[in-house]
């Protein structure tokens, strides 16, 4: 099964684009709860971690695509950045991100657009690193948005991706199918009111090339340094590359 295939709304005739947006519009106001509450927080610390690779880097700018509420972009101060950007095509998602970069008082740090990462409003080489966490499986085309990154580096720029994995060994494999196959969906859609959200995510990632698969597609776009890290059992990696 390729990235392109999985979809939130069978049946819908929009792309994969338009779906994705409408799906996180829909869940926007209840997605930080739940993506705390369904990991038990330790997207948290995954996140976190991005960041301390990210320090050694030390960026003058940087860009955080699919940002969603802006928590990696929030974290990402922490670098010491100048200017960080956030990226995203979901208005819903933005818009919570901005009432936290305010009540942090971060918005001269960190600015939040409305866009596409498959067709990123910036000239080349303009950033000194470029982050993602949980969105690159959501892109409609993987690996144009991988060259979209590629383009607006600067050389030598640094790309950390954060994504969730799928555990394979005894008993985590085991306990991770069943909890996202039949404990995910059914609480996502009772706290988000979303039919599908909670569904295409465990398919999401099942159709996710990851691991060596996703270096090799990195290599293919002329990233350079290319690693992959495996966090708690598996159940998410953090890649990195440059350019």
Do not use: C
Request: hydrophobic share 40%; aromatic share 12%; charged share 30%.
């Amino acid at each position: 099964m390729s990235n392109q295939t999985v979809l939130p709304y069978k049946g819908n005739d929009d792309s994969k684009k338009e779906q994705v947006a409408e799906m996180f519009n829909n869940i926007s106001k209840r997605y930080d709860f739940l993506n705390h509450f369904l990991s038990a927080g330790i997207d948290i610390k995954w996140r976190k971690k991005v960041i301390k690779m990210l320090q050694k880097e030390n960026p003058k700018s940087i860009l955080d695509i699919a940002t969603g509420t802006a928590d990696l972009a929030i974290e990402a101060t922490k670098t010491g950045a100048d200017k960080i950007v956030g990226i995203d095509i979901s208005q819903g998602m933005l818009d919570i991100g901005q009432t936290k970069i305010e009540a942090k008082k971060l918005d001269h740090i960190i600015e939040l657009q409305l866009g596409d990462s498959e067709n990123l409003p910036f000239e080349d080489n303009k950033f000194d690193a470029a982050i993602v966490s949980f969105g690159v499986r959501n892109f409609e085309n993987l690996e144009k948005g991988l060259e979209e990154i590629y383009r607006v580096l600067k050389e030598g720029g640094k790309l950390i991706v954060l994504e969730f994995s799928k555990p394979k060994s005894f008993p985590f494999k085991q306990l991770y199918n069943f909890y996202f196959k039949y404990i995910l969906p059914v609480v996502g859609r009772l706290i988000s009111k979303d039919q599908a959200a909670y569904s295409y995510l465990p398919a999401s990632v099942n159709a996710f090339p990851e691991g060596k698969h996703f270096l090799e597609i990195l290599k293919n776009i002329r990233f350079k340094q290319t690693e992959w890290k495996s966090l708690t059992f598996g159940i998410s990696s953090i890649y990195s590359a440059k350019k």
